[in-house]
């Protein structure tokens, strides 16, 4: 069975942290996303990675950052937590073109105080 | 790049009666579909995809949709809901030029009452 893993459900950091959230694949897959989550906003990008030390920005990439130094591993890393971060976070990875489906991590609720 | 339109943000419907989530994407070259639902507090899981083929397809938990290219639609129905449906249903759209990536709608939340 096809897993992503997420590090943690539920994040509570304070302002001005630096915070990692890490996602972990076993399905030997190249491409690897991180997304937000916000009400009323449906998923939004913010990197994707296609392949190992790669990575290209999304539509929201300010404020954040991404390390994929191992296949199966894509970390997104905010630099300085603010409350405008607060939101969930899901993982996905898919395998190369053609893209016949994203798997999903469950999702990091972070909350930043 | 795609832009995908649900247009309900949420809709209720009654338990047993049928269900209809709207879905638009803006260009009509050659696209994959799907939906996604999403149960409380998890992530997203597959419940439909369209490659080609049949413009009718069928998921799990007795959904299905139909793709029409001349309408850049790709609805999601059921003909009886459950209290179990009761979810987040996400439409997504990749293409053959942006390759792995996938634009997703708002979402449209369902709830079924009993």
């Known amino acids: 069975d096809v897993k992503v893993t997420q590090s943690s459900r539920y994040l509570v950091k304070r302002t001005g942290e630096k915070v990692f959230l890490e996602c972990v694949q076993d399905m030997d897959h190249e491409n690897m996303f991180w997304y937000r989550q916000d009400p009323g906003l449906g998923l939004r990008l913010i990197y994707f990675?296609?392949?190992?030390?790669?990575?290209e920005k999304g539509d929201i990439p300010e404020g954040y950052s991404v390390s994929r130094e191992k296949k199966e591993r894509f970390s997104l890393i905010l630099e300085s937590a603010s409350t405008n971060q607060t939101s969930m976070y899901l993982c996905?990875?898919?395998?190369?073109?053609?893209?016949?489906?994203?798997?999903f991590g469950p999702g990091t609720r972070l909350t930043v105080t | 790049a795609q832009s995908v339109t649900q247009l309900d943000s949420q809709v209720p419907v009654f338990e047993e009666a049928p269900v209809e989530l709207r879905c638009n994407y803006s260009s009509s070259v050659s696209v994959y579909l799907f939906w996604y639902v999403q149960y409380p507090n998890q992530g997203l899981q597959l419940l439909l995809k369209y490659l080609s083929g049949s413009t009718l397809v069928k998921g799990i938990n007795g959904f299905e949709a139909e793709f029409n290219k001349s309408q850049t639609s790709f609805h999601l129905r059921k003909p009886s809901v459950h209290i179990s449906d009761t979810a987040e249903y996400f439409c997504a759209v990749s293409d053959l030029f942006t390759g792995n990536q996938f634009y997703f709608g708002t979402g449209t939340s369902l709830t079924v009452i009993p």
């Open positions: 990675s296609y392949d190992v030390k790669m990575k």
């Open positions: 996905a990875s898919t395998s190369s073109v053609p893209s016949y489906e994203q798997y």
